[in-house]
């Protein structure tokens, strides 16, 4: 049973600073890895895909993959009150066979921007 | 905007009738996803299509069912609604080929489905 773990919050950030979102996952075949963003009554939106142990920076996010410890982090440099929103962690695995798994998500962080 | 619509936007619904879902992929993406996703969930994956055959399913029931066109539009079906049934329903469109680990799913706007 795969699972992806994260913090539901609220965590509530001052404007500004640095956001540290963060989730954990079960399965150790787990390939690929989405951070979306969510606000309230829409749809996903893709922040950023990561496939390999390290960081990738794409402007004011960084996310950072430790495939041994099984973590995967999102960093939100000069935090804005547009950042308030649910952050969802997701993972995708190769398929082994018996066909696609589709993404399994984290139930998300909700994630508060204080002006 | 990721391109890819869904319709309805919202529908309520019955408990004991079926419902038609739909959805409009990207064009270009062969490949389209169902999700479910309850009130303050994450999204679950109810199944996957590509090029019009059904690829990968997650734990729902058969009642749960779906179809693929060529012209890249989707449907789910659910029949025999329960109360539970109530919730956001998204559709991902994908561009690379079957069960690519790496194929990035963007989502549609959702349609809500209320079941009373």
């Known amino acids: 049973q795969k699972e992806v773990e994260q913090n539901s919050g609220p965590l509530s950030v001052p404007e500004g600073a640095i956001a540290s979102l963060n989730c954990t996952y079960s399965?150790?075949?787990?390939?690929?890895f989405f951070w979306y963003r969510q606000y309230s009554g829409k749809s996903p939106e893709l922040i950023m895909s990561?496939?390999?142990?390290g960081d990738k920076e794409d402007g004011r996010f960084t996310a950072q993959l430790n495939k041994a410890s099984q973590y995967v982090s999102l960093l939100i440099r000069d935090s804005q009150p547009s950042d308030s929103a649910t952050y969802l962690c997701?993972?995708?695995?190769?398929?082994?066979?018996?066909?696609?798994?589709?993404?399994?998500f984290g139930k998300g962080t909700h994630l508060i921007i204080q002006p | 905007e990721t391109g890819v619509t869904q319709s309805p936007t919202h529908l309520i619904k019955t408990r004991g009738q079926q419902v038609t879902l739909r959805c409009s992929s990207q064009?270009?993406?062969?490949?389209v996803s169902w999700y479910q996703q309850a009130l303050g969930q994450g999204p679950q994956f109810i199944f996957q299509?590509?090029?019009?055959?059904?690829?990968g399913r997650g734990n729902f029931p058969p009642r749960f069912s779906g179809l693929q066109f060529p012209n890249y539009s989707s449907e789910l079906n659910v029949n025999a609604l329960e109360l539970d049934d109530s919730a956001l329903y998204l559709c991902?469109?994908?561009?690379?080929?079957?069960?690519?680990?790496?194929?990035?799913?963007?989502f549609g706007p959702g349609t809500r489905l209320t079941v009373l």
């Open positions: 991902a469109s994908s561009l690379g080929g079957s069960s690519s680990p790496r194929d990035t799913q963007y």
């Open positions: 997701a993972v995708n695995i190769e398929d082994s066979g018996g066909g696609a798994d589709g993404l399994t």
């Open positions: 990561i496939y390999s142990n």
């Open positions: 299509y590509y090029r019009e055959e059904e690829n």
């Open positions: 399965d150790r075949v787990s390939q690929s």
């Open positions: 064009s270009g993406h062969n490949t």
